[in-house]
């Protein structure tokens, strides 16, 4: 059993950064690939970034060029570093984690989720 905790989230002006870290529990957390996903508002939920065990990242166009993923196993977190925000950045931002050694795009592909953390970038 994996348990995820995000934080770092809030409100920022279009252009600004924000760093999103997700905690993990358990002893598997070396061994797990991990996924950011956002949700907004009326829209499905859609993936963001990916890393996988062997630090391979994986990226939504939307986000490329602005956003980094990036882990830290011995601490047992995973963070998304978020430069250049733009409003259409809005969203609850979800930490997911699966086992298995790619990386993947698709929400249905995890098996662990955090309960998510707002991001809101004002025009």
């Known amino acids: 059993q994996v348990q995820l905790v995000e934080s770092g989230g809030g409100l920022v002006q279009a252009g600004g950064s924000l760093r999103l870290s997700c905690a993990a529990s358990?002893?598997?957390?070396?061994?797990?690939?991990m996924g950011w996903f956002r949700q907004a508002p009326g829209k499905e939920r859609e993936f963001v970034a990916a890393?996988?065990?062997?630090?391979?990242?994986d990226y939504a166009d939307s986000v490329k060029g602005r956003f980094t993923i990036s882990r830290d196993n011995a601490k047992n977190t995973v963070s998304l570093q978020m430069n250049s925000l733009k409003p259409e950045d809005t969203a609850v931002y979800y930490c997911?984690?699966?086992?298995?050694?790619?990386?993947?795009?698709?929400?249905?592909?995890?098996?662990?989720w955090g309960q998510g953390t707002q991001v809101t970038v004002s025009s």
């Open positions: 890393i996988s065990v062997f630090d391979s990242t």
């Open positions: 358990g002893r598997t957390f070396s061994r797990s690939a």
């Open positions: 997911a984690a699966r086992g298995g050694l790619g990386y993947y795009r698709t929400d249905s592909e995890y098996d662990y």
